[in-house]
């Protein structure tokens, strides 16, 4: 079992930063392989970042690409998502998640099996 902990949301003006970190429990972090979602109002869970278990591979939503890095720490069991230049659009629910495995690819949520409560991120115009 792992759990999830989400932090750093919170209300920015477009063209501002926001750092998120998740810290996750467990012995194995440095074992998971890693992902960012987000939910907007009325619209479904969408990718956002993935850093692969190796830590060689990180894969970014083409919205986010240049703007948003994800990183972890293994040191402290956390994954943090830099978000720099944000926009109106980028305002929904974080969520992180780990992927332990299995066939679904790793930018459907399906492929991952724990999930953290969620941070709140808005951007205002």
């Known amino acids: 079992q792992v759990q999830l902990v989400e932090s750093g949301g919170g209300l920015v003006q477009a063209g501002g930063s926001l750092r998120l970190s998740c810290a996750a429990s467990?012995?194995?972090?440095?074992?998971?392989?890693m992902g960012w979602f987000r939910q907007a109002p009325g619209k479904e869970r969408e990718f956002v970042a993935y850093?692969?278990?190796?830590?060689?591979?990180?894969y970014y939503a083409d919205s986010v690409k240049g703007r948003f890095t994800i990183s972890r720490d293994n040191a402290k069991n956390t994954v943090y998502l830099q978000m720099n230049s944000l926009k109106p659009e980028d305002t929904a629910v974080y969520y992180c998640?780990?992927?332990?495995?299995?066939?679904?690819?790793?930018?459907?949520?399906?492929?991952?099996?724990?999930w953290g409560q969620g941070t709140q991120v808005t951007v205002s115009s």
């Open positions: 850093f692969s278990r190796s830590g060689g591979s990180t």
């Open positions: 998640a780990v992927r332990s495995g299995g066939s679904y690819a790793y930018y459907t949520s399906r492929a991952y099996d724990y």
């Open positions: 467990g012995r194995t972090f440095s074992t998971y392989a």
